[in-house]
């Protein structure tokens, strides 16, 4: 248990502090940024409270947006996703929803993918449509999602694949 | 009672998550100034279509006093025109020249706080914009603040921080109007020097010094006055022409050759 909190405070300080340094700099073709502190919502055990995970989402993100000057679009992505994860992993893992090693093992490969990129994707989604807030700007909101969505992903799956050793 | 708490509970992550989402939603509002007013926005869009169905419905009841409202400021146009057989401009639809006038209904009025607005069923599509100055049929009533497709709020003369360039009819001395809270029929004229003179009933005008209003509108007239401690200016108190606290029908002024002063005037 004690382990357990320990783990989850080091990966909520690491993450806002490489997203904040590194992340939110990097600027690639000039405007995108991956968001790969989604990472802490990922590895949340699936079996754990979901409503400390509610909790944990909405300080990760209200740190995020008070550190990056960003207004609250942070914090309210970070917390409908923490709050659609539930349903998100009960649509990708189906009876395995609560192992709590779905991600490592036991589940297929693609329902893994399934379930990162569509956490991933309504962070984004929310995170842009939030920032912009302009409905004429429709289009704009969308292809900043792809781009960082598709950087988030490959940077979550590299960093899963790495620290995954049992297969 | 045990099923309400037992409700609470089975759906405490939902609640937990609109609470959080609602505070999240405060921190945007107050730490962006960008999003403060895309939500006012949004709020005057919802909230319009709303005012207007209960606007619409209530406007039957008073058409009778209304009609005698409009047929008392015929009347008074039927008088100036007289006043000035030779000028035919007086009826052309720009009234005075320069400005454009559009009518509006009141939807929404407030007179009981310490900023005061109305809505007004006209809005970007009627060619409403921002800071165009609001008359109604006995004088100024405010200054259009935001518009959305259908609707405009609009500054109503009642509100803390609006000042308009007014003058004394009989002397043209200018000076700035405010209000300055409480009462709905007192309005504060200030910084008219006390080398000209003012007495009780003098009517004041709108000056014509700013962009929203053209000037010799009427405003109102002088109730009270006296001289300021430091012997240079008045505080003129004003009793408005208008009733701001039964606003119907108004008219939109835009001011035709805005941009032609603001090049001289950045």
Known sequence: MIQE?????????????????????????????PYPYLLFVVLYRLDSSQTVLLFLG?????????????????????????????????????????????????????????????????????????????WNAISYILSNTLYSSLFTLSILWLTLSLFNVRR | MQQIINAIFRNKNAL???????????????????????????????AGSL????????????LQQQNKALLEENRKLRELLTAHPNDTDSISPTLLPGFTYRHARVIKNSFDQARNTLVIDKGARDSIRGEMGIVGPDG????????????????????????????????????????????????LLTNISTINTVAVGDIIVTGGMSDYFPKDIPIGKVVAFKILPSKRYYEIEVMPFTNFTALEHVYILQNNRREELQQLNP
Not at chain 1, 6 to 30: E, M, R, W
Request: hydrophobic share 50%; with cysteine; aromatic share 14%.
């Open chain 2, 140 to 187: 100024i009533v405010g200054i259009v603040n935001e518009t959305t497709a259908h609707y405009a709020s609009a500054l109503s003369l009642l509100h803390a921080d609006v000042r308009i360039n007014a003058k004394l009819k009989t002397n043209d001395a200018f000076g700035s109007l405010y209000w300055p809270g409480v009462e709905a029929n007192r309005l």
């Open chain 1, 5 to 33: 909190t320990l783990k989850i405070t080091g990966q909520f300080i690491l993450l806002i502090v490489l997203q904040v340094l590194i992340f939110s700099n990097i600027n690639f073709l000039g405007y995108i940024n």
């Open chain 1, 58 to 134: 909405f300080f990760l993100g209200l740190f995020l947006d008070l550190m990056l000057q960003t207004a609250g679009a942070h914090t309210i992505a970070t917390l409908t996703v923490c709050f659609l994860r539930p349903a998100i992993s009960n649509f990708s893992f189906g009876v395995n929803a609560e192992n709590s090693h779905a991600l490592e093992y036991g589940t297929k490969r693609s329902s893994r993918m399934i379930f990162l990129a569509l956490l991933v994707f309504t962070h984004h989604l929310i995170y842009f449509s939030i920032t912009i807030f302009n």
């Open chain 2, 51 to 62: 005012w207007n169905l209960q606007d619409n419905t209530a406007n039957y009841f008073s």
């Open chain 2, 16 to 46: 937990i998550y609109l609470l959080l989402l609602l505070f999240a939603f405060v921190f945007l509002n107050n730490r962006s100034y960008y999003h403060q007013t895309r939500l006012e926005k949004l709020g005057l869009k919802l």
